[in-house]
């Protein structure tokens, strides 16, 4: 079993750094992913482990370039002291919370008053998030589930009458790499599906990012059509890309996702992993 895509209550995941690697004790590899931060992994990493490794991660979203939809990149064994990455995250932050109180702003427009310290305590002191909009909406009347939240007033989708959805800064992903690398980190492309669905674009999109330095993609996802599987293993090869696996687990967030992935060729993959990780100076625990 290995999982290296899941996020805890540091960002919009439901379960702490700490329960998370206890659930996670004998997995073969496991990685915390947080939106944008990497405050849990200090957590994360302090639980005495199985039989399994754990590598410190983020995950970043990035611009994803003209004819795709939503990139986001993993970053996966990344030294949390780099105070290049701490600084361009604080950037992150910044530009997290200018979006937020434009979307306070939104739902003012609506009617619908937000406290701005009421909605923080949502998040617990960590990364505010839209699901912890979508919980202040359910609690408070506004939408029956978190489901409803998001489709009614937190999607880019949203009807143009209810959308308080705002953009927020998303940086080159050749920035995002480099800054990984600066961490001695791996660059991984999370979940290819949403990023395109056209298997040349994604081709064609693979190859230019390993020119600019991705080291893998994210093929086995837990959201994935098992023809995707197929075709993103596929994509990996051709363009000669390491393969993750990851659940994009989220806790109750989003209870019909499991944590962990059985995969095949498991001992294939994590052999490349651990020599990647290891060249690259990551730090594994």
């Given amino acids: 079993m290995i999982d290296l895509h899941v996020h805890s209550t540091a960002s919009d995941g439901s379960v702490s750094p700490g329960e998370l690697a206890e659930r996670g004790r004998d997995f073969a590899l496991m990685a915390i992913t947080d939106h944008d931060n990497m405050?849990?992994?200090?957590?994360?990493?302090?639980?005495?482990?199985?039989?399994?490794?754990?590598?410190?991660?983020?995950?970043?979203?990035?611009?994803p370039g003209e004819g795709y939809r939503i990139?986001?990149?993993?970053?996966?064994?990344?030294?949390?002291?780099?105070?290049?990455?701490?600084?361009?995250?604080?950037?992150?932050?910044?530009?997290?919370?200018?979006?937020?109180?434009?979307m306070l702003a939104n739902f003012a427009r609506l009617g619908i008053e937000i406290p701005a310290d009421e909605i923080a305590g949502y998040a617990h002191g960590e990364v505010l998030a839209r699901p912890h909009?979508?919980?202040?909406?359910?609690?408070?009347?506004?939408?029956?589930?978190?489901?409803s939240a998001f489709s009614t007033y937190l999607a880019r989708t949203s009807p143009d009458a209810t959308r308080c959805y705002e953009t927020r800064y998303h940086p080159d992903p050749g920035e995002a790499i480099d800054l990984i690398h600066g961490a001695h980190g791996l660059a991984v492309?999370?979940?290819p599906r949403y990023w395109t669905d056209d298997p040349l674009a994604l081709r064609n999109g693979l190859r230019r990012l390993k020119d600019r330095g991705l080291d893998g993609v994210e093929a086995i996802y837990q959201a994935n059509?098992?023809?995707e599987t197929v075709d993103h293993l596929r994509a990996a090869q051709e363009v000669g890309l390491l393969i993750t696996a990851g659940s994009d687990f989220h806790g109750t967030n989003k209870p019909t996702i499991p944590l962990g992935m059985q995969v095949e060729n498991e001992r294939e993959i994590l052999s490349a992993l651990s020599a990647a990780l290891e060249k690259a100076g990551a730090v594994v625990v």
């Fill in 39 to 63: 405050d849990g992994v200090a957590e994360f990493l302090s639980v005495p482990r199985g039989r399994g490794q754990r590598v410190p991660g983020i995950e970043l979203s990035v611009d």
């Fill in 71 to 102: 990139f986001h990149l993993l970053g996966l064994g990344l030294d949390c002291g780099n105070e290049a990455m701490r600084a361009f995250l604080r950037r992150i932050l910044e530009g997290r919370n200018a979006r937020n109180a434009r």
């Fill in 133 to 147: 909009f979508a919980k202040w909406l359910v609690v408070h009347g506004f939408a029956p589930d978190l489901k």
């Fill in 189 to 191: 492309m999370a979940h």
């Fill in 225 to 227: 059509l098992p023809g």
